[in-house]
């Protein structure tokens, strides 16, 4: 995947916006940090993955598209290698990374629109 596709899949939610922070393009929902390129490596994505056991999971089952760098470790994130993301699995993961952080109304307006 191109940073161009992250980027659809992250704005396809609502509130989500983009900005520049430290140079690089982060995504956030009400300032709250979602998703932003990572410093050690621009074909790299720093993602929120708010629920640990999905963290381990993704971990362990995807090394050749999911690891951790030292730095990330004790933040709710995982980096992704953008060339090698599979886009079904990195919009499911966006959504809940959303949906932890979006305010409850959101969350209900958006599923009641998808019906």
């Given at each position: 995947?191109?940073?161009?596709?992250?980027?659809?899949?992250?704005?396809?939610?609502?509130?989500?916006e983009?900005?520049?922070?430290?140079?690089?393009?982060?995504?956030?929902?009400?300032?709250?940090?979602?998703?932003?390129?990572?410093?050690?490596?621009e074909n790299?994505l720093?993602l929120?993955?708010?629920?640990?056991?999905e963290r381990?999971?993704?971990?362990?089952?995807?090394?050749?598209?999911?690891?951790?760098?030292?730095?990330?470790?004790?933040?709710?994130?995982v980096?992704?290698?953008?060339?090698?993301?599979?886009?079904?699995?990195?919009?499911?993961?966006?959504?809940?990374a959303?949906?932890?952080?979006?305010?409850k109304r959101?969350v209900?307006?958006?599923?009641?629109?998808?019906?």
């Open positions: 995947m191109l940073f161009d596709d992250i980027r659809q899949i992250a704005l396809s939610f609502p509130e989500v983009e900005h520049l922070v430290f140079g690089g393009p982060t995504f956030k929902i009400r300032k709250r940090f979602l998703a932003c390129i990572a410093k050690i490596d790299t720093v929120k993955v708010p629920d640990r056991l381990e999971y993704l971990l362990a089952e995807h090394p050749d598209r999911y690891y951790m760098a030292e730095h990330y470790e004790s933040f709710e994130c980096l992704v290698r953008m060339p090698l993301a599979d886009p079904d699995e990195l919009r499911d993961l966006f959504e809940d959303w949906r932890a952080y979006a305010p959101l209900k307006q958006y599923d009641e629109q998808a019906i």
